[in-house]
């Protein structure tokens, strides 16, 4: 940009206008490196998954599943609200009516079809398409990328598994007599659903990825994914079950352990110290604490770190 | 003039096939062609100086910086791939934005940044569209585009006109050439199209079956292969007789004679042939070689010595192979 002065008749400087170059040029600004490289990616992450700067047909899908995780939440904390008032003080609670504990049990499979369906749009197009190439000769390790990937889709399942559950909480400390009261009595729910909607995020982040990794087909890693998430419940719960019923020992819990769906379920039920109503019938419930935080553990550590790994040498 | 990029002794291995083979050179300022057959190592020596390879042995500097060891340096090069690299349901603008950030800009110098160069690229009226609508023109121009916008020092073009109609072709060539000469910015211009390269650049370093063949200056190399053309009115046949009989090599194309060389001796023994010969000459010009010309002789000559090697292009950082 230059500033362009003319002497006045009477010899006085005036400001005339201002040219502007427009067009390429040298740039000579700053250039921030590998963390506004980070910080790029993770952007462009976000907003993949939720199809942001993106056509209306990018919108739709994760739009909805949000919205379908929304009204879940919101639909609970309505028929606690309305039992509340109309059937009297503290009634959901003592009708014993589905919870923040029980929410991520509720809403798992809806959760987990949406990891199956955005986590692929995370890598599968990059790849694809070999946006990839474009990354890596910029200052920014294969590392980082898939860093800044992973931590994008785990923001999104993070707020899509914690928007219901706040939604939930001020439907039923807006519908108590005493809003101030129930927080007070109630204020341990808030640590618990923050802290299980972290694992729920996380396992479901790193699986997704994990499988997305594997091919450049979207659609290929999405129907891996709910298969794995949708089919191993039916067909672990009645072998579990019938191992349960016919043997003696750990067989039919450890049959069960590998509902992928539960996995994340039961450390919810471990932080909230009570068994939600999809893993009450589940034999691997038996399991101690440690055992099951472990059988999580080795979920979401291991495919992340392979994940990693894979990444990892892309860039000598 | 300092050398930007420097290959020492630079081989790349994949198991048992040899990609490049012992490779040296420096590269200065200026547009450099890189020419040679698919599979001749050009992708892969681009990828090693881009830290996507790690080369089996020997070094490769650009910079002053060890290409597989900084990551730093990366915001200083650019880089356009051969093959498809961009996004269809994304607008040019946008793409162009977040590459630039990539490439370590803040937010709106990169906003800035992507849209002055989709001016340069001749994209400005059509940023906003989602580039799987584009044309293979201005596909070219957006991954021209992308490798441009943080304004490197280096910019990779491999084989930047592929898949382009004449017209596009040439429009890509001004833009390499105007890239250069009015904004500063080195290119590595890779190319199995003489031609282009004849056109475009400064220096070439040639490759065949991951060995150098060549390098140098550009005017160099059109020298050493200019010829002398003759053309006569009559007594034709005599005429190459007395050339030959002065040692001079000469061809005909059924129109005129051509003699390779343009030396002065050359001049005289066509003087001394014509008058010998008796034969009127209608026309005398030195004519400017053509690199076609002079590879050709090389190939044949090569071409003894080493089958070409089957592999092409791009290495896929998946597997770090080349496919």
């Known amino acids: ?316 | 003039m300092p050398a930007l990029l420097i290959a020492e002794n630079l081989t790349k291995h994949y198991d048992d096939d040899i990609a490049l083979d012992d490779v040296s050179f420096d590269i200065s300022d200026g547009i450099t062609g890189v020419l040679g057959e698919n599979g001749a190592g050009k992708s892969t020596a681009f990828k090693i100086f881009l830290g996507l390879l790690q080369p089996t042995s020997g070094s490769a500097t650009i910079l002053g910086e060890n290409a597989s060891e900084s990551v730093a340096v990366r915001s200083k090069l650019g880089y356009m791939p051969e093959h498809d690299c961009l996004p269809s349901t994304v607008s040019a603008a946008e793409f162009l934005t977040h590459v630039a950030e990539v490439s370590g800009l803040p937010p709106t110098r990169a906003r800035i940044r992507a849209a002055d160069t989709l001016r340069h690229t001749g994209l400005f009226e059509e940023r906003y569209r989602a580039m799987g609508g584009y044309s293979t023109g201005m596909k070219q121009r957006v991954k021209l585009a992308q490798a441009l916008v943080h304004d490197p020092a280096i910019v990779f073009l491999d084989e930047p006109t592929a898949g382009l109609d004449p017209v596009g072709r040439e429009e890509m060539l001004a833009l390499v050439r105007k890239t250069h000469r009015e904004f500063g910015i080195s290119v590595l211009f890779s190319s199995h199209l003489m031609v282009d390269v004849e056109r475009t650049c400064d220096r070439i370093i040639v490759l065949r079956g991951g060995r150098l063949v060549q390098s140098g200056d550009l005017e160099q190399f059109t020298k050493d292969a200019e010829t002398v053309f003759i053309e006569v009115d009559d007594n034709r046949d005599r005429l190459v007789v007395a050339l030959e009989k002065r040692g001079v090599l000469v061809t005909s194309d059924g129109h005129g004679l051509y003699i390779e060389g343009s030396d002065e001796s050359v001049y005289d023994k066509v003087r001394s042939a014509l008058v010998e010969s008796e034969a009127p000459l209608r026309r005398m010009a030195p004519r400017r070689g053509e690199l076609t010309e002079l590879f050709r002789r090389d190939g044949e000559a090569g071409q003894r010595d080493r089958e070409p090697d089957p592999r092409d292009g791009d290495a896929d950082p998946g597997n770090g192979k080349a496919t």
């Not at chain 1, 490289?37 to 976000?46: E, F, I, Q, S, T």
């Not at chain 1, 209306?56 to 995780?69: E, G, M, N, Q, S």
């Not at chain 1, 129907?223 to 016919?246: K, N, Y």
């Open chain 1, 1 to 316: 940009m230059t500033d362009v002065t003319a002497v006045g008749p009477a010899g006085s400087e005036e400001l005339e206008g201002t040219v502007f170059d427009i067009g390429y040029q040298s740039y000579v600004g700053p250039r921030e490196g590998r963390s506004r490289a980070r910080w790029a990616v993770y952007k462009d992450g976000l907003r993949s998954a939720l199809g942001l700067g993106r056509g209306p047909r990018a919108k739709v899908i994760p739009w909805f599943f949000i919205t379908i995780l929304g009204v879940i939440g919101l639909v609970m904390a309505l028929i606690a609200g309305a039992v509340n008032t109309y059937v009297g003080p503290n009634a959901a609670e003592v009708l014993d009516l589905p919870s923040h504990s029980d929410y991520y049990g509720i809403a798992s499979i809806v959760f987990f079809v949406f990891a199956a369906v955005g986590g692929p749009e995370m890598l599968c197009p990059d790849r694809r398409d070999g946006v990839i190439n474009l990354y890596l000769v910029r200052p920014l390790t294969g590392s980082d990328y898939i860093s800044a990937r992973w931590l994008a889709f785990f923001t999104v399942m993070l707020s899509v598994a914690w928007l219901p559950q706040l939604l939930l909480l001020a439907g039923l400390t807006l519908s108590d007599a005493n809003p101030g009261d129930y927080l007070l009595e109630n204020w341990l729910d808030i640590p618990r659903l923050l802290t299980a909607g972290l694992a729920m995020a996380a396992y479901t982040t790193s699986l997704a990825l994990f499988a997305a990794s594997f091919t450049t087909r979207r659609a290929y890693a999405s129907v891996f994914l709910v298969g794995m998430f949708v089919i191993t419940t039916p067909f672990t719960t009645g072998l579990a079950s019938q191992l349960a019923e016919d043997y003696e020992g750990t067989a039919g819990a450890w049959v069960s352990m590998f509902n992928l769906s539960n996995i994340p379920v039961h450390v919810n039920d471990l932080i909230f110290g009570e068994v939600s109503l999809i893993t009450s019938v589940a034999p691997a419930g038996e399991f101690s604490g440690w055992i099951l935080i472990g059988w999580y553990l080795l979920w979401t550590l291991v495919p992340a770190g392979l994940l990693w790994m894979r990444y990892r040498k892309l860039t000598p």
